[in-house]
């Protein structure tokens, strides 16, 4: 008896800090752009420092943070009901969550200081912390309430961080030759070399590649329509570079073509 009152009261822990968590790390995010500690959002840092970064997607795919946002939010409430308590699945998703979160407070801070290559360190925790998320969700028996509050939320956040993860990479990359006391002057513009064109056109296809295999394998419409929002956006921005421009057109048109598969597929058999 004592026992099951002390794993109660652990997992009503684990509800509020996911909250909390949540909270926090939307807040720190709107704070840290509204007053950078180096001078610059991360807008300013992907079209200045990063600007000649070719696999960064139009500054209007960002907006998508705060569908995650919400969806975050939505799930934080779901999870935090009694009925979700004692879900195994909710549980381990939810510690996800609450380290994906804790990873990027710090991460935002470190990208706006200009640590690129920490940043891609960060980065890539919250996508092994959202990645194991992702995995308990599908372990659920759905319902339309699951789907929604839980499945896709997890899957936005995690298709785009997938995204943010590539690109993070690029970024350190293309900047690692310039010395670390100058990168807060530095500017740069997109230039089209057959190296940075080839480079971007693989991650790209990689990028694709692993969203269609999530996809067809648990069935997931969510996660791949994050990848197609991307290449759209990657597409638009570099629309007088023909071979980024068709590249990701085709990509993201084939995507669709298999979502709506899931799609159909998934009402066939519901």
Known sequence: MQRSTSQARMQIVRQWLTIVAVLVAIAINGISNAYPPAGKNTGEVSNTILGGVLITPAGYAFAIWGLIYIGLIAY????????QRHEPAFQKASWGIIGACLLQITWIYVFLTFQFWLSVLLIIGIWLCLAYAYMNTRSVRTTWKKRWLFQAPIS?????????TVVNIAGALYVMDVPAENLGEFSST???SPSGLLATVIMMAISAGLAAV??????????PAVIVW????IAIRHSALLAIAIVGVVLAVALSVLIVKIKVTR???A
Do not use: E, N
């Open 76 to 83: 934080s409430i779901y999870q935090a009901l009694p009925a």
């Open 156 to 164: 936005v956040y995690f298709g785009w961080i997938t995204v943010a």
């Open 190 to 192: 997109v230039t089209a």
């Open 214 to 223: 999530v996809a067809w394998k648990y069935k997931d419409a969510s996660y």
């Open 230 to 233: 991307a290449l759209s956006a």
């Open 267 to 269: 009402t066939q058999t």
